[in-house]
């Protein structure tokens, strides 16, 4: 396990302390906790963008976000991205 080393400003110190004790828990779970989230975001986001610049098909949007089809699909209709054309269609059959 690598190890990370940052400087933050006091005032997200201090946010991260009030986190610690309100999840009652170490500062390194935290951080890594608080990582995890934050990067399975960005993944997500990034497969939405992707999928709706058409760089992408559904089913790759998915392995990026780390998720189902069937639950990106769900997302993707929240964010109203649409992923549903004849040649994202072709694409997406092709792939299952």
Do not use: C
């Not at 976000?65 to 997406?92: C, N, P, Y």
């Amino acid at each position: 396990m690598g190890t990370i080393s940052a400087r933050v400003p006091d005032d997200l110190e201090a946010e991260l302390e009030e986190y610690l004790e309100a999840e009652n828990i170490e500062r390194s779970t935290a951080v890594r906790k608080l990582l995890t989230e934050g990067l399975g975001e960005w993944r997500r986001e990034r497969a939405l963008s992707l999928l709706d610049e058409g760089r992408v098909t559904l089913s790759r949007a998915a392995e990026i976000a780390d998720t189902t089809v069937w639950e990106f699909r769900q997302l993707a209709a929240e964010r109203d991205v649409s992923w549903v054309d004849d040649d994202r269609l072709s694409d997406d059959i092709d792939d299952i």
